[in-house]
């Protein structure tokens, strides 16, 4: 008695967790598409949009009443309805891994006097070489 007690609590707790679950992910996706429905109304001409398939470019035109957004790319002019703009992708900073040191701090500036003039001659292959000069020099 008390093991089919048990295991029909189990049942029941799991059922309520799946039914919370899935009304959380309900709520998450209906806040999700409130964002990007908000995004949308407020678009502006000369705003920086992306679009579902990955184009980048910048509103030229917006008609709300057919739906549709005119974007600029790269000097070419597209039209999209409005469901396929999205909100441009973030771009993450790049830093070559020269810039830092073992730590991941950046470092130090070299100063003007640490830098090399143009009229120093730079070492190439065990041979000096004029940087004002193209070609190599021969051995």
Do not use: C
Request: a negative charge.
């Amino acid at each position: 008695m008390q093991s089919s007690l048990s295991s029909m609590l189990f049942l029941i707790l799991i059922i309520v967790l799946m039914f919370a679950m899935t009304w959380w992910s309900s709520k998450k996706t209906k806040q999700r598409q409130q964002s990007l429905e908000n995004f949308r109304t407020s678009l502006q001409p000369g705003q920086e949009v992306s679009t579902a398939s990955g184009l980048l470019g910048t509103v030229v035109s917006i008609d709300l009443e057919k739906e549709q957004v005119v974007i600029d790319s790269e000097g070419t002019k597209s039209r999209w309805r409005i469901q396929a703009i999205t909100e441009p992708p973030i771009v993450p900073a790049y830093v070559h891994d020269d810039e830092v040191d073992e730590q991941g701090n950046p470092k130090q500036v070299a100063s003007d006097s640490e830098t090399p003039s143009s009229n120093d001659s730079v070492k190439v292959n065990d041979s000096a070489v004029d940087s004002e000069d193209s070609a190599p020099a021969k051995k």
